[in-house]
């Protein structure tokens, strides 16, 4: 994919310039499609002027994907204000980086039935003033309710699934911490932790979103561990959540769900 099929894009020789190479060209679009999903698991976001996107760096070039466009550039030519450097995570990949192109395709991982019961929670939890989104992903929150950017904020260890939340939510802040990273400062009226992510978390952390969510939490553990996680133990996490004050907990579909 790096040495076929670049064509220079003349007209933007002066503004931006860049090479340029379309899905359509390849008669076997799927060196293109896995080029493109590279950019979303291991992508690191800029901004072209106010509008963030994942990168992938290889190189002497940096790779950007727009719809059945794959663009090549000069790594140093940025176009408007960029992020700061915690939007960017140097962790080693997890299954989550690899998955996060297809995550919101990934059938079975959460029914119809089990969005909406969902959604009818978080419609009653969120008509707050800010909401911490515990293990964002790849912002399934932001599409089961509205939220307005200023009073959102998503924080995920995952670069790549942060970089599919960026994609489908530009404006909304996202930060790629663990939930244990996230400073006294941002705590929440809401502190969620949606689908799964909950399990994750250490018997520590959950105690810390406990004191970060000056109001409601909701804490969603899987029931059995996910097939791409078999091994994933949270008991003690699950544990130390049924302790904290005010709480109630109940089964929905596949999940345990903590709430206050
Ligand atoms: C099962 S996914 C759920 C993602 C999202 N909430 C959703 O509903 O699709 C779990 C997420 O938790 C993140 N995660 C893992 N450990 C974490 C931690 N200690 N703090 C915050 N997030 C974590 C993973 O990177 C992953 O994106």
Request: glycine content about 6%; aromatic content about 14%; proline content about 7%.
């Amino acid at each position: 994919m790096t040495t076929n099929h670049w064509k220079w894009a003349s007209t933007y020789a002066d503004s931006y310039p860049h090479e340029y190479n379309v899905r359509s060209w390849h008669v076997l679009p799927r060196d293109w499609d896995r080029f493109v999903n590279l950019i979303v698991s291991f992508g690191r976001p800029q901004n072209f002027w106010s509008t963030p996107r994942p990168y992938l760096f290889l190189d002497e070039w940096k790779y950007w994907r727009i719809g059945d466009v794959l663009n090549r550039a000069d790594p140093d030519k940025t176009y408007g204000h960029q992020w700061v450097s915690d939007t960017v995570t140097e962790r080693e990949p997890t299954w989550y980086d690899y998955a996060a192109p297809v995550y919101d395709q990934l059938q079975g991982l959460v029914s119809l039935d089990e969005l909406e019961d969902v959604r009818t929670i978080l419609y009653e939890i969120t008509r707050v003033p800010e909401i911490l989104d515990v293990g964002c992903g790849t912002g399934k929150l932001l599409d089961l309710v509205e939220v307005p950017m200023e009073r959102y904020m998503g924080v995920d260890p995952s670069q790549g699934m942060l970089n599919q939340h960026i994609l489908k939510h530009p404006r909304h802040r996202v930060h790629p911490w663990l939930l244990a990273d996230v400073p006294r400062r941002f705590e929440a009226s809401t502190v969620t932790a949606l689908f799964g992510s909950a399990s994750y978390l250490t018997p520590g952390e959950v105690v810390w979103a406990d004191t970060l969510a000056r109001g409601r939490l909701l804490l969603m553990f899987y029931d059995q561990p996910p097939e791409h996680d078999p091994d994933l133990d949270d008991s003690s996490a699950y544990w130390t959540a049924q302790t904290l004050g005010g709480i109630s907990e109940h089964k929905l579909g596949r999940w345990r769900v903590v709430v206050r």
